[in-house]
């Protein structure tokens, strides 16, 4: 789906930084009742966040940090409105790519449970158990296109 009104980028000054906050709150703290300090857990500025325009009003977002030698997929939403119009599988697109080009070893993401089967559609496959994340049951899943193009260059 490529629809002209839709834009991702990365965060380029702090109004966007805020209104990616914003999207956050209202879909992590206000929608899933996750706590402030879960949500705002101090990582942000050591992140790369991502911010979804639709017709120029902000309507989703993502975080992408970097521990280690692998890159973590996180923070990912979008208003209840958008939702299954493919504006998530875009932002998906978007933050593969996006890793892609800065050659990372690993990217993987903390799943809520009901939308695993969203990440399967992705690429990512699950990995580990079942764990509560804010009192929210998620598990682990990592893009398994990314290990298939390492092993194809051996």
Same mark, same amino acid.
């Given at each position: 789906?490529?629809?002209?009104?839709?834009?991702?980028?990365?965060?380029?000054?702090?109004?966007?930084?805020?209104?990616?906050?914003?999207?956050?709150?209202?879909?992590?703290?206000?929608?899933?009742?996750?706590?402030?300090?879960?949500?705002?857990?101090?990582?942000?500025?050591?992140?790369?966040?991502?911010?979804?325009?639709?017709?120029?009003?902000?309507?989703?977002?993502?975080?992408?940090?970097?521990?280690?030698?692998?890159?973590?997929?996180?923070?990912?939403?979008?208003?209840?409105?958008? !939702?299954?119009?493919?504006?998530?599988?875009?932002?998906?697109?978007?933050?593969? !790519?996006?890793?892609? !080009?800065?050659?990372?070893?690993?990217?993987?993401?903390?799943?809520?449970?009901?939308?695993?089967?969203?990440?399967?559609?992705?690429?990512? !496959?699950?990995?580990?158990?079942?764990? =509560?994340?804010?009192?929210?049951?998620?598990?682990?899943?990592?893009?398994?296109?990314?290990?298939?193009?390492?092993?194809?260059? =051996?």
């Amino acid at each position: 789906m490529k629809d002209k009104y839709l834009e991702i980028s990365i965060v380029k000054n702090k109004k966007e930084l805020n209104d990616v906050f914003k999207i956050r709150e209202i879909v992590f703290v206000n929608g899933q009742n996750c706590p402030w300090e879960c949500e705002m857990d101090g990582l942000d500025d050591s992140a790369k966040h991502i911010i979804v325009k639709y017709k120029g009003k902000t309507i989703g977002c993502a975080r992408i940090r970097f521990p280690g030698n692998r890159t973590k997929l996180e923070r990912i939403a979008l208003l209840k409105e958008y !939702r299954g119009k493919g504006f998530g599988r875009e932002l998906m697109n978007y933050l593969i !790519r996006y890793c892609r !080009r800065k050659k990372v070893e690993e990217i993987f993401l903390h799943s809520q449970l009901y939308v695993k089967n969203f990440y399967k559609k992705c690429g990512f !496959r699950l990995r580990g158990k079942i764990f =509560l994340e804010a009192g929210i049951e998620h598990i682990e899943m990592y893009y398994e296109e990314l290990n298939k193009d390492k092993r194809s260059l =051996l």
